[in-house]
């Protein structure tokens, strides 16, 4: 089973809202799963220029990942629902 395939198993439990003016980062887990994991898809994309990238907005994940913002914004709810990706506020 690759990254996709279980993260796609978790349901939403929470509704999560993304920040314009927030970045976004690997949690610890969120790293430990980037490391051990060698799937494909958007989940995964997300979670290996994460791993690679650090702190990024949405636009940067969707430039370097080359997936629409629109699917980055509904990976990056579900990661961020499964704990393995963080927001960062930035300042203003």
């Known amino acids: 089973m690759g990254l996709a395939d279980f993260v796609d198993k978790f349901q939403v ?6 920040g314009t003016r927030c970045t976004y980062a ?3 887990l969120g790293k430990t799963k980037a490391e051990e994991f060698a799937a494909t898809g958007p989940a995964w994309d997300v ?3 994460l791993d690679e990238n650090h702190q990024s907005t949405i636009a940067d994940i969707s430039e370097g ?3 629409k ?21 930035t300042e203003v």
């Open 13 to 18: 439990r929470r509704r999560v809202k993304l």
């Open 26 to 28: 690997l949690t610890p």
């Open 47 to 49: 979670l290996a220029y």
């Open 65 to 67: 990942t080359r997936h």
């Open 69 to 89: 913002e629109d699917r980055v914004k509904e990976v990056l709810k579900r990661l961020i629902s499964s704990g393995y990706v963080k927001r960062v506020v």
